[in-house]
């Protein structure tokens, strides 16, 4: 069933919970997309847990009056939805653009915050775009939003992925209010030069699971506090390609959190 919390700006933010116990896992979805892309998640994680998944602002569900799409804003949708559940102990799970905004949520949430897990944002945490080149980037979906967005998608699969979702994650993506896309994927484009800070600042135990065949610089996450869980034969949305095996990963790197001690950040 679906809840609505509210954001700080007043914007309506929906999510729905399922399970029980402690930590509570919440699920953020990325760029585009919405909590709809974590139902293999909620169905089988919420046996054992509690489980939450957010529509951001401007996705899914939830509300679309804001009037700037930034990370922060979107980090404040998570915490909201934390603070309307009373969670006082989360683990934060994003994917994309929604690892990003679970830092930003972590800063609104402080020591409620045991952990966060990254599915495949970012690859490397020593070289960022300048805003100059991230204009650049989006240039080409300010021109032809639709087929801009479609090339994007189909480049996130390999060529084993099942065509339907990939289809389907092409048509869903390429309809979404195109102010709102272009707004929050120039945001989080721009937010990776302030990634090694925020991590620094947070100190928060951090996972990252990523594609084994993309070009990963391990080294450089570990820096910055990160380990790399790879999954073999998946693109961009592993949650959704391999969902046994990306379910299992993930109960392993929760039983880990569990087993450690809340952050003082």
């Known amino acids: ?17 399922h399970g029980e116990g402690s930590p509570a896992l919440v699920l953020v979805h990325g760029w585009s997309c919405h909590r709809g892309y974590w139902d ?64 930003e949520a972590s800063r609104n949430l402080k020591n409620r915050v045991r952990g966060l897990v990254w599915v495949d ?6 070289r960022f775009m300048s805003e100059v080149q991230v204009r650049e980037r989006v240039a080409p979906f300010r021109a032809d939003f639709v087929n801009a967005t479609k090339t994007f998608v189909r480049g996130m699969f390999p060529a084993s992925a099942s065509a339907l979702l990939v289809e389907r994650i092409c048509a869903e993506m390429s309809a979404r209010p195109q102010k709102i896309a272009l707004d929050a994927l120039e945001a989080t484009w721009n937010y990776g030069r302030h990634v090694p ?14 594609p084994r065949d993309s070009a990963i ?7 910055h506090g990160a380990d790399v ?7 961009h949305f592993l949650m959704m390609e ?6 299992t990963c993930l109960a392993r790197i929760v039983q880990a959190f ?8």
Do not use: C
Not at 7 to 17: H, K, L, M, V
Not at 75 to 91: N, P, S, Y
Not at 121 to 126: K, M, N
Not at 229 to 235: I, K, P
């Open 1 to 17: 069933m679906t809840a609505f919390a509210t954001s700080p700006d007043g914007t309506r933010i929906a999510y729905e919970a």
């Open 258 to 265: 569990a087993r450690g001690h809340r952050s003082d950040a």
């Open 40 to 103: 293999a998640q909620l169905r089988e994680l919420s046996a054992t847990a509690s489980v939450v998944a957010v529509d951001l602002a401007g996705h899914g569900e939830s509300g679309v009056t804001r009037q700037a799409w930034s990370i922060a804003a979107f980090g404040a949708d998570v915490a909201a939805v934390v603070d309307d559940l009373a969670l006082q102990d989360v683990i934060l799970i994003g994917h994309s653009m929604g690892a990003d905004v679970s830092l």
């Open 197 to 210: 800070a925020v991590l620094s600042e947070l100190r928060l135990p951090l996972v990252s699971i990523n």
């Open 217 to 223: 610089d391990i080294e450089s996450m570990r820096r």
């Open 242 to 247: 391999k969902p046994q095996e990306f379910n």
């Open 229 to 235: 869980v790879l999954m073999a034969d998946v693109g």
């Open 121 to 126: 944002q970012h690859r490397q945490l020593s």
